[in-house]
Structures are given as structure tokens and as C-alpha cells.
């Protein structure tokens, strides 16, 4: 639930100018006690999501009438407010006046989330856009008429989402083998088993990594190097996951905050806040396409303070809870952001920090491509740049971060999936004000804007205010969420 604070009071008359909890005041006169049919304002501030709705209700004595306050969260954080005529008495306490029978009686704000409609668009062969068809789009078009989805991921020709009942559904082809945890191809949502305690999901080019409320991690589809982390070494070896299957015990060493998925490898964030990743491709070494998690450390430093972390094809970008933003991996095309082409892949062991800023607070990678945004609403992006893919209004590649126009107001980043064609993954950022802006490559429409014009500056997806998440993938096709 969004934090809620309660912001105070002002009485109409009476000289009563703020009143926090337990509702003291200063008054520049001594009103007559009791005083009476005077207007009584509640205010509280809500701090959540621009689109929730909220109901706020006040009880006050000396009638049966409720106060209540209803609307849309339009700004974050928001002051709400209700008015009410009432009575009330003072009495003296100390150099102030004390309310000593304030007509509220109960106070209370709760919280709803908007609806939460899924929208595709793009390529659609293979029904992965699960609008019960193969046709093409290249404007959103929402997914049936249900308004509880919570997360969707996408893999090469599917789709796997979790609602906010728990419950898992996929859609798209099951071929090459297993990606779909039914095992069977749909072009509609289709669930998957019963259980209800899903909660996140992430996934590779053919498979899936997930969790449940649990924490704990669970996996199925295709892997090849490892990159679904079993624990079970595939050798190069084809390998078929059939249905979901848990990884490791239940015990705070195997439990998760957060995992990703890549082309060839996963990594994620432990409850202890260390930094693991598992697979081929991302570091060299002794822990190179290790089927386990190996934690990921600078020099011999293992921090336990990582807060988000986010996968390009063949590198890491994380940031931990002082806002410094910390990569290892491959860096031919500067996708690491440390202004050089030097890569930080020797071992698990390479993590480095890119530059000084400590005001990091999102970090998303789209192939070989990266983007950030700052505590201050700024976005970033640096590495390759062949589509327009920075968003910069050019294709000239930058090895450090370099800002995208002068707005303050991006706020959330995709979740991009990686494939075997990193340099077509699209880009995309939200607003502040829940509007959606893609840019880079577009042959398939997937960017949403009613063409097939691949674009290096941002554009806005049509004129929703809604939208709180996005996934844009390897597969030529884009899925989001919103209100």
C-alpha cells in the first residue's frame, strides 16, 4: 500500500492555523468555548502512483454525516483534502489552546489501483500479442477485457503474464520447445496451473525465470549455456524444461528480491541484498557458464546493498542503495558506460563502478545499448547506437552517459529482453505523467506509433496517461500495462 501522512487540520475561525497529531494549536486569539459552526479542513498526503484511486473518509461527532474525499492520483506525492462543518471546544494547554473535542472521530484513506489493462503491439506471427489472431499492429490494442494484470514478460514468439490474483497465464508459439508452460501454442491468454502466488516474471531468449510470494525461484522453456540457472549443467546441450520447476531450497540463501533473465545467462538480488548471476557469456574465469549462482563482487568485495539490477547481451548494469551505479561484462561498444571500450569480464569478480554520481535510481539495457535515470527525473544512455536506439537524434555511439534532451519528468524504464538480435531491440521510457515515448528500431511496429519508422528521438505512443510498465524484447513486438 502507497504511504499515507497525515497532514494536519485548519479550523475556519478560532485563529487555529495547523494542528498535527494530537491536534495542539496556537491560537492568536481566545475564542469562546465551545465554539461553533465553524469549517473544519483534514488534509493528508498520499504518496503512490500517478493513476490509484483514493477514498478518504472522516467521521466527526454530533451527527451521523461522513466527510469523504474521492479521486485519481494525478501527482506523486498529493495533498487531499475534505471539508465539514462543525463544532468543537478548547481548553487551555500551556501557551496554546488544546482541542479538546475535535468532531473527528475516525479518520480513514484507502488506496485502489487503477485498472490494470494489458496492450500489445508489433510483430505477430506466432500470436504473441494474444489478441486471438496473427495479424500485425503497430498501434496498442488491449488483451480481452481484464483489468488485473500485474507483470508480463516476453520471450522470442511469446508472452507469460501474472495478474494481481496470482495467477499465471501465457500465450504465443511453444516452439522451439517449452517456452510455454502448457505446452501447447494459443493466441489468447491461457492459464497455467492454479497456484496463486506468483509474482514476478522475467524471460530469456526461449524460458523463464519467476517467483512466488515465497521468494523463492522457479524456472522452465529452453536453455542451452545455462541461463536458466537449474543448477544442472547443460553442457551446450539443447535442453527442455517442460513446467516449472523450483531452484535451490526454501531457506533466506535461496530466497530473491528481484531476478533477470539474458540471452545466454540470469542474474538476480538475493533477499541479503548480494548481487549472483548464473550462465555463459557475461564473465570469463572459473565461474564462466556455471549452472549455479556465483555472487558477483568488486575485487574481493561482495556488497549487500544492491537494489536493482538489469542485463544487456553480454553485460550487467546494478545499482546499489547509495545511488552508484556499478557494471561487468563485455564493453566493445561502451555499453558498460566507463568511457572506454575495455572490457571488466576477467571474472566474477570484475564489477566496477561507472563514474562518481551517487543520484542513480533506474538502469535498463537493450542489447548493447544502456539507459538510466536519475533521482532528479533525467534520463541517460550510452553504448551502440546503429537504430537510434539512445534516443539522442543521431546513431554516433557515446562509451559514457550522456543525458537524452533536458526533461526532468522520466520516471520508469522497460524491462528489455535479450535475443539473437540485441542491436533491433527497441528503446522506450514513462513520463511522469504515465505517458509512454519509444524510440530506435521499428520495422514491425513496434513502437507503438502507427508506423513503421524507425525513429532516434523519443515519440509518444498515442495519448494515454496511464501506462506503468512496458517490456519491449528480441521478438519485434512490444507488451504494457495501463490504466
Known amino acids: 500500500m502507497a504511504g499515507i501522512t497525515f497532514s494536519g487540520l485548519t479550523i475556519s475561525s478560532g485563529g487555529l492555523t495547523a494542528a498535527p497529531a494530537p491536534f495542539y494549536g496556537a491560537f492568536t486569539s481566545s475564542p469562546a468555548s465551545p465554539v461553533t459552526g465553524n469549517v473544519v479542513t483534514v488534509s493528508a498526503i498520499i504518496n503512490c502512483a500517478i493513476g490509484q484511486t483514493y477514498n478518504m473518509y472522516v467521521d466527526y461527532k454530533n451527527s451521523s454525516q461522513v466527510a469523504s474525499a474521492t479521486g485519481t492520483v494525478s501527482a506523486t506525492p498529493q495533498t487531499i483534502t475534505t471539508t465539514f462543518t462543525a463544532n ?47 495479424t500485425d499492429r503497430s498501434t496498442p490494442v488491449q488483451i480481452g477485457s481484464d483489468t488485473t494484470w500485474s507483470t508480463v514478460a516476453t520471450c522470442i514468439g511469446a508472452t507469460t503474464a501474472v495478474k494481481q490474483n ?72 539443447s535442453t527442455f524444461y517442460s513446467t516449472p ?72 548494469l546494478a545499482i546499489r542503495s547509495n545511488g552508484t ?66 534516443g539522442q537524434g543521431d546513431t554516433t555511439g557515446r562509451s559514457s552517459p550522456t543525458q537524452v534532451g533536458a526533461l526532468t519528468t522520466w520516471s520508469i524504464l522497460p524491462v528489455f529482453v535479450e535475443g539473437n538480435t540485441p542491436n533491433t531491440v527497441p528503446s522506450g521510457a514513462i513520463r511522469s505523467d504515465g505517458t509512454l515515448w519509444t524510440w530506435g528500431y521499428n520495422a514491425n511496429g513496434q513502437l507503438g506509433d502507427g508506423t513503421t519508422t524507425t525513429r532516434s528521438s523519443p515519440v509518444q505512443v498515442g495519448s494515454g496517461t496511464g501506462w506503468s510498465s512496458v517490456t519491449m524484447g528480441p521478438g519485434s513486438f512490444t507488451i504494457g500495462i495501463s490504466s
Not at 89 to 116: A, G, M, R
Not at 278 to 298: D, E, F, R
Not at 339 to 356: A, W
Not at 360 to 378: E, F, H, K, M
Open 88 to 134: 468543537y471546544s478548547l481548553q487551555p494547554y500551556s501557551s496554546t489552546f488544546k482541542v479538546t473535542e475535535l468532531p473527528i472521530e475516525n479518520l480513514s484513506i484507502t488506496i485502489s489501483p487503477p485498472p490494470s489493462k494489458l496492450y500489445s503491439w508489433g510483430l505477430n506471427s506466432l500470436g504473441q500479442l494474444g489478441l486471438g489472431d496473427t
Open 166 to 237: 496470482g495467477t499465471l497465464w501465457n500465450w504465443g508459439s511453444n516452439s522451439p520447445g517449452n517456452q510455454l508452460a502448457d505446452l501447447a501454442n494459443h493466441s489468447t491468454p491461457a492459464q497455467v496451473g492454479t497456484d496463486t502466488n506468483w509474482t514476478l516474471i522475467t524471460g530469456s531468449r526461449y524460458g523463464w525465470n519467476a517467483l512466488k510470494a515465497s521468494n523463492i525461484r522457479y524456472y522452465w522453456g529452453y536453455s542451452r549455456y545455462n541461463e536458466l540457472g537449474t543448477g544442472a549443467d547443460e553442457g551446450g546441450q
Open 245 to 316: 520447476a523450483q531452484v535451490g531450497g526454501t531457506s533466506a540463501a535461496w530466497t530473491w528480491t528481484t531476478v533477470i533473465e539474458s540471452a545466454a545467462w540470469g542474474a538476480g538480488i538475493r533477499s541479503t541484498g548480494t548481487l549472483w548471476a548464473w550462465g555463459k557469456g557475461l564473465y570469463s574465469g572459473a565461474n564462466y557458464g556455471s549452472p549455479n549462482p556465483v555472487q558477483i563482487q568488486a575485487g574481493g568485495s561482495g556488497y549487500s546493498d544492491f537494489t536493482q539490477v538489469a542485463g544487456g547481451y553480454d553485460y550487467l
Open 325 to 390: 551505479l556499478w557494471t561487468i561484462g563485455s564493453n566493445g561498444y561502451g555499453q558498460c558506460g566507463t568511457n572506454n571500450t575495455t572490457p571488466h569480464s576477467s571474472d566474477n569478480t570484475s564489477l566496477v563502478q561507472v563514474g562518481t554520481d551517487t543520484n542513480w535510481t533506474l538502469v535498463a539495457c537493450i542489447g548493447y545499448s544502456s539507459l538510466a535515470i536519475r533521482s532528479d527525473g533525467t534520463l541517460w544512455s550510452w553504448s551502440r547506437n546503429v537504430f537510434g536506439q539512445l
